[in-house]
């Protein structure tokens, strides 16, 4: 027996319907997980202890479950530097910025880098309970004179290049960690006065 024609459009349609939003669903989840994989930090496999423009490397860190940072995105994990984000959870920061002419006419090279070493002392002596500086610099600081001695020399310093994020103005630098998933902001502290 033959069905009337209306009633076979009717499930060509029904059957059209579905398959629409069938597929849709389908692609539906394959963006929502592709869009999710996206946003999550992979760890690096390269060595999170050396920068490319140094020749030294830094202390090896204590060993963390990556779990936790690859649960960071990726534009709240890229604060300071990858060693900086291996440190993990909790971190305790002293944070300064650190600019050139171009941002304050008073700014001396020689005796600014004599009152860095002078400030890193000062960390180490007061603050030796695990407290880490991050240095947030634009270009007037260069890697092979200051930045790679004082990082290898030290293993609580972090030097957070600000290059890329010009649009944020130096003086406001410093308080850049306060929105670090991973810094424990109630026992962090934002230096005042930096140049």
């Keep these: 027996m033959r069905l009337p024609l209306w009633l076979v459009n009717r ?27 996206s946003n999550i930090k992979q760890p690096s496999t390269g060595s999170y202890r050396r920068r490319p423009e140094c020749r030294c490397d830094r202390h090896p860190l204590p060993t963390i479950d990556l779990k936790i940072i690859s649960k960071i995105p990726k ?13 993990g959870p909790n971190q305790r920061i002293i944070s300064i910025s650190l600019y050139g002419p171009k941002e304050n006419k008073r700014f001396l090279y020689n005796s600014t880098i004599y009152f860095l070493h002078e400030l890193i002392n000062d960390v180490n002596k007061f603050f030796s ?3 880490i500086l991050r240095i947030h610099h634009d270009d007037a600081v260069t890697y092979p004179d200051v930045i790679c001695p004082i990082e290898c020399r030290y293993s609580n310093v972090d030097f957070c290049n600000m290059i890329a ?7 406001i630098w410093r308080f850049i960690p306060a929105g670090d998933p991973l810094v424990d902001t109630s026992k962090s502290l934002f230096l005042i006065h930096s140049s």
């Design 11 to 37: 499930r060509r349609f029904l059957s059209l319907v579905y398959l629409c939003l069938l597929s849709s669903l389908i692609v539906f989840i394959i963006f929502h997980i592709v869009d999710y994989i």
């Design 75 to 87: 534009n709240q994990s890229d604060v300071c530097s990858d060693y900086a984000t291996r440190r």
């Design 129 to 131: 309970d695990n407290f």
């Design 165 to 171: 994020k010009r649009y944020i103005p130096p003086k």
